[in-house]
T-cell receptor, first 114, second 113 residues
Framework: AQSVTQPDIHITVSEGASLELRCNYSYGATPYLFWYVQSPGQGLQLLLKYFSGDTLVQGIKGFEAEFKRSQSSFNLRKPSVHWSDAAEYFC????????????FGKGTHLIIQP | NAGVTQTPKFQVLKTGQSMTLQCAQD?????MYWYRQDPGMGLRLIYY???????DKGEVPNGYNVSRLNKREFSLRLESAAPSQTSVYFC????????????FGPGTRLLVL
């Protein structure tokens, strides 16, 4: 069965500092990987996704993520965070061609210090 | 283009009451999903509909039923609500040619007393 682990429940970062959110997955085949962001009281917005090809993917709002097969990781990064980045971030994995839903991690709550 | 819409936004129920959560999408997506989100648990799949006319159980289907009314609409029904069903419910949909990428609605917050 597939699974996603986000080791950090909370992360606090100063505004303007760099950010890395960790995601490790367990999946038998080549995974389809996603990062979603959820602002307070809102639904989930897709930040970026990895299907194949270049292992460094660019997303919206200045985020990027790197797929490392050897480490079963898909970490999210941003070089300089803004106060508006404070939110809950979810990593998810899905099956190629699978219309049977995604498996989500438990999320990382990002706090931005002024 | 409203994307994925959900009604109601908030609901309070008493134990044993029933209700239906509505979801609609205007993106001509084939697949639709219902998730629940609980603190510290992430999102868990309740039911999904890969295409119009089909529905399947997800990870946590007990206590729920679904209906894929047509291509646009996918409803979730709680026949006899329990406090354990207090949660935030999200509907999502995906396109046939990019079925893995899901687009989410704003959610329904449900409190069962």
């Amino acid at each position: 069965a597939q699974s996603v682990t986000q080791p950090d429940i909370h992360i606090t970062v100063s505004e303007g500092a760099s950010l890395e959110l960790r995601c490790n997955y367990s999946y038998g085949a080549t995974p389809y990987l996603f990062w979603y962001v959820q602002s307070p009281g809102q639904g989930l917005q897709l930040l970026l996704k990895y299907f194949s090809g270049d292992t460094l993917v660019q997303g919206i709002k200045g985020f990027e993520a790197e797929f490392k097969r050897s480490q079963s990781s898909f970490n999210l990064r941003k070089p300089s965070v803004h106060w508006s980045d404070a939110a809950e971030y979810f990593c998810a994995v899905g099956a190629r061609g699978g219309a049977d839903g995604l498996t989500f991690g438990k999320g990382t709550h990002l706090i931005i210090q002024p | 283009n409203a994307g994925v819409t959900q009604t109601p936004k908030f609901q309070v129920l008493k134990t044993g009451q029933s209700m239906t959560l509505q979801c609609a999408q205007d993106m001509n997506h084939n697949s639709m999903y219902w998730y629940r989100q609980d603190p510290g648990m992430g999102l868990r799949l309740i039911y999904y509909s890969a295409s119009e006319g089909t529905t399947d159980k997800g990870e946590v289907p007990n206590g729920y039923n679904v209906s894929r009314l047509n291509k646009r609409e996918f409803s979730l029904r709680l026949e006899s609500a329990a406090p354990s069903q207090t949660s935030v419910y999200f509907c999502a949909s995906s396109w046939a040619r990019d079925v893995e990428t899901q687009y989410f609605g704003p959610g329904t917050r449900l409190l069962v007393l």
